[in-house]
């Protein structure tokens, strides 16, 4: 009977051992996930925050300076943050699979080349902000808005250049671990905002040109710092001086930086098409505002999923570079999981408070109201939306862009575009079929993703990633002392 029992025992005790094992890996995986998605997300609050800065101060010089202010965000900066980002993305894939791979030194080469490329994008950007007076009329907008939108635009230059490099150091360390520089940076960019501002605009009275300046120099000021920060020795491991080599093998990088830009774009692009949509809706004023209220909810649920989707590319490209397709499936389950529990805590706080939150933003009852009948909607979009930037996140991590491209044109405009058109028009729900539409687009996009990633053989994407690295890579230097540029570590 003794030996029986130990005989019983052994069954049992193996299995608490597994699942130790097993929380063990869950806790490292977590940690490793909320070290990149956490100060991620604190970096996209504080720029979205400058953003609120510049609105509140230019808010109380003029409606006209208002309006022109949130044009220029809300039509030419988005445009350009979804290009500058988006074809970053492309060298998260890049310095991830090869700091996981252990090829240290081609970060620094892959950092060089996107500055390349994406300067030589960021040029054929700025006819679109020194003429956009013409541009914004032929939108539709007044001379008097087009005017001040223009000049505004023209003080955002300096801005446009600095997201050339803000976007890809930001990629770049986070690949191997530096985020709370870049995280430090953006809150640096955050003060300088509001010392800059009090000092022009309430004390120097400078008004427009107050604000845009003070924001000039809370972008650019932080970017300089990240570069010293690179080139004196904070990134010994990745970076190596500048190198010829970066003008070398542009072409793949130049393919994989417009897939990835076209990628966000669409995602980007999908949710102004629908605001242009309700606009033509009955009670289009309270259509609008309800919608807006809407998206400012799904905007700030956006910062965290696009943490996570930092977080999800950073533990798939790294693993795969490493070699290790069992980690990498097992860094896409913790994130995907980690992500559906935000999004039934967001659901369940929305469909919770949905009576209330409408008077946040605003005091009209009819808006309230109309904001209720669209919680129920917002409220799953939420849900879809922590878990569709978490797989786009792995995409990125896989170098899936091309792929998603189509995912993403197919989803959203063939699927939830049509969807939201159909049931505005010939359904009579006006924006809450728009807004189905979304979720239509989303969730079709979503399925995909999800159809895509269970399937997908992730040993042939451990061999797809080192054929990558290996076809990109050049030797190290031999000697640093002697070959390095003067940003030598």
Not at 136 to 153: E, F, R
Not at 264 to 289: F, H, Q
Request: charged share 10%.
């Amino acid at each position: 009977m003794g030996n029986e029992a130990k005989v019983k025992l052994l069954p049992c005790s193996a299995a608490e051992e597994e699942q130790n094992q097993l929380y063990s890996r869950l806790w490292i995986e977590s940690k490793q996930l909320w070290i990149v998605a956490g100060p991620a997300i604190l970096t996209r609050l504080s720029m979205y925050g400058t953003f609120i800065i510049a609105q509140a101060f230019i808010g109380h010089i003029g409606d006209t300076e208002l309006a022109g202010l949130s044009i220029v965000y809300h039509v030419l900066v988005r445009f350009s943050i979804g290009v500058m980002t988006g074809m970053s993305n492309g060298l998260g894939t890049l310095c991830g699979q090869a700091y996981g791979a252990k090829q240290y030194h081609m970060l620094g080469i892959y950092l060089q080349r996107f500055w390349l490329i994406e300067f030589f994008f960021c040029i054929l950007l700025l006819p679109l902000f020194i003429f956009s007076a013409p541009v914004l009329k032929l939108l539709g907008q007044s001379d008097k808005v087009s005017g001040m939108a223009n000049i505004i635009a023209v003080w955002y230059i300096p801005i446009m250049v600095s997201h050339v490099f803000r976007y890809t150091l930001r990629m770049y360390l986070q690949t191997h671990g530096k985020n709370m520089v870049v995280t430090w940076s953006g809150v640096v960019t955050l003060i300088l905002q509001v010392i800059g501002c009090w000092i022009l605009v309430e004390n120097m009275k400078l008004g427009v040109a107050g604000v845009m300046l003070a924001m000039d120099i809370a972008s650019v000021i932080p970017i300089i710092g990240l570069l010293m920060y690179v080139f004196c020795g904070g990134c010994p491991l990745t970076w190596k001086g500048f190198s010829m080599h970066a003008f070398s093998d542009l072409w793949p990088m130049v393919k994989l930086c417009v897939s990835s830009g076209v990628m966000l774009c669409l995602e980007m692009w999908y949710n102004s098409v629908l605001i242009l949509i309700t606009g033509n809706t009955k009670d289009a004023v309270v259509s609008i505002d309800a919608l807006s209220i809407c998206l400012n909810i799904n905007g700030w649920a956006m910062v965290l999923s696009f943490g996570f989707l930092a977080a999800a590319s950073v533990r798939v490209s790294n693993e795969l570079g490493r070699g290790s397709a069992k980690e990498a499936k097992f860094a896409i389950i913790v994130v995907v999981s980690t992500a559906v529990v935000i999004g039934i805590v967001l659901l369940g706080l929305v469909l919770a408070f949905k009576d209330k939150i409408s008077y946040i933003f605003s005091n009209s009852v009819e808006v309230a109201n109309a904001f209720e009948d669209l919680s129920i909607p917002l409220a799953f979009s939420l849900l879809l939306n922590s878990i569709q930037p978490v797989l786009s996140g792995v995409a990125v991590g896989a170098g899936w862009q091309s792929k998603v491209v189509y995912i993403n044109l197919i989803c959203y405009y063939f699927v939830g575009l049509p969807i939201g058109v159909f049931l505005d028009y010939i359904g009579n729900l006006g924006v809450k079929g728009v807004w189905m539409g979304m979720i239509g687009g989303t969730l079709a996009q979503t399925l995909v993703l999800l159809y895509f990633t269970y399937k997908t053989d992730w040993d042939m994407q451990v061999s797809i990633a080192k054929t990558r690295v290996n076809k990109l890579a050049i030797p190290p230097p031999d000697e640093l002392d002697n070959t390095n540029a003067s940003g030598n570590n």
